[in-house]
C-alpha cells in the first residue's frame, strides 16, 4: 500500500469483524487466536453473535492480549453455505487487531482492518493450492440486509463457473467461504456488494488456501490467510522488502483494470 494510501486506511478502530477460513485439517494443537493491542488501557468483548458465545477481555498498553475462539464454532469448513459464524470485536478505545489460524504445521496470520476500514468492492489475491485443499475465500457481512455479486475467476466447488456472476443474501454476523472446484486459483475473482445493498453496508472480505506451495515445488505446504482491501483504497507505488534469510522469494502485482502498466525497480517485469 503506498504511503499516501495509507494515510487515509485506519488500521486501528473500536470495532471489528473477523472469518477465520479453512486451514490444512491435519491438526496438531490447532487455535483460532486474536491478537488485541494499543498503547491506552482498555477492555472490550470478542463474541459470536449469531451462536451465543462472548468473552471479555482487557489490555494493558503496548502488550498483546490474547482471546482464544473456539474452533467447532468459527472455523469455516463448509463451501457456499451460509453460515453464523462472523466473530465480532468491540473495543472501548482504539486497538489493532491480528487474527492467527495456528495449527502445528500450518499457519497463517493478518491483520484486521475496522469497520470503518471496510467496503463494498474487492478483487481478491489468493494461490492455487495443493489437491484438495484449494484456494478458498469468506465473506462476512457486518449488517442485515448485504447483497454480494460474485464472479468467480475459476468454477467453483458449489458448480458456479467461472466467470459468470451469482448473488448472496447476507445479514449481520453471517458469513459465505467459497472454496475452488478444479484445483485452480481464485485470484481476480470480484465480490462487490449489489446496487440494492448499496454503500452503507460494507463486509469483510479474506482470501487464501488451505495448504499451497510457494513456489510450486516446495517440500512442505502451508496456509494463506489475509484479509483483502477493498479495491477502492488500492495504490499505485509499492516497496517490497526481501528476506536476509532467503536466496529467493515471491510476490505478485494484481490489476483491477485492463492496460495497467507495471514497472519495477523503473523497467518491465
Known amino acids: 500500500m503506498t504511503a499516501s494510501a495509507q494515510d487515509i486506511i485506519p488500521t486501528k478502530g473500536k470495532e471489528f469483524w473477523v472469518g477465520f477460513m479453512q486451514n490444512y485439517e491435519v491438526e496438531v494443537n490447532e487455535e483460532l487466536n486474536l491478537f488485541i493491542v494499543s498503547d491506552q488501557p482498555t477492555n472490550g468483548v470478542v463474541e459470536i453473535p449469531n451462536q451465543g458465545w462472548s468473552q471479555s477481555f482487557n489490555v494493558v498498553p503496548n502488550q498483546t492480549t490474547t482471546v482464544t475462539v473456539p474452533n467447532?464454532?468459527?472455523?469455516?469448513?463448509?463451501?457456499?453455505?451460509?453460515?453464523n459464524k462472523g466473530i465480532f470485536v468491540q473495543t472501548q478505545d482504539t486497538v489493532a487487531v491480528f487474527a492467527i489460524n495456528?495449527?502445528?504445521?500450518?499457519?497463517?496470520?493478518?491483520?484486521?482492518?475496522?469497520v470503518n476500514s471496510l467496503g463494498i468492492d474487492y478483487r481478491i489475491s489468493s494461490y492455487q493450492g495443493l489437491g484438495d485443499w484449494g484456494s478458498e475465500f469468506l465473506v462476512v457481512a457486518t449488517?442485515?440486509?448485504?447483497?454480494?455479486?460474485?464472479?468467480?475467476?475459476?468454477?467453483?466447488?458449489?458448480?458456479d463457473p467461472a466467470g459468470v456472476p451469482f448473488t448472496?443474501?447476507?445479514?449481520?454476523?453471517?458469513?459465505?467461504?467459497?472454496?475452488?472446484g478444479n484445483g485452480g486459483d481464485f485470484?481476480?475473482?470480484t465480490i462487490k456488494g449489489t446496487q440494492t445493498s448499496g454503500e452503507c453496508r460494507p463486509f469483510a472480505v479474506f482470501s487464501g488456501?488451505?495448504?499451497?506451495?510457494?513456489?510450486?515445488?516446495?517440500s512442505a505446504c502451508d496456509h494463506i490467510f489475509e484479509q483483502n482491501f477493498s479495491v477502492d483504497t488500492w495504490g499505485t507505488e509499492f516497496y517490497i522488502v526481501p528476506f536476509s534469510?532467503?536466496?529467493s522469494?515471491?510476490?505478485r502485482v494484481l490489476a483491477d483494470e485492463d492496460n495497467t502498466q507495471v514497472t519495477i525497480n523503473g523497467g518491465a517485469p
Open 245 to 247: 534469510f532467503a536466496t
Open 209 to 218: 488456501t488451505s495448504c499451497v506451495n510457494i513456489p510450486v515445488g516446495c
Open 168 to 180: 448472496v443474501q447476507l445479514d449481520s454476523g453471517e458469513s459465505y467461504q467459497v472454496k475452488v
Open 102 to 114: 495456528f495449527n502445528g504445521f500450518t499457519a497463517d496470520g493478518t491483520k484486521i482492518l475496522p
Open 143 to 159: 449488517e442485515d440486509d448485504t447483497e454480494v455479486e460474485i464472479v468467480p475467476s475459476e468454477a467453483t466447488l458449489g458448480g
Open 187 to 189: 485470484t481476480g475473482t
Open 249 to 251: 522469494y515471491t510476490y
Open 72 to 83: 467447532n464454532l468459527a472455523e469455516h469448513f463448509s463451501s457456499q453455505i451460509i453460515e
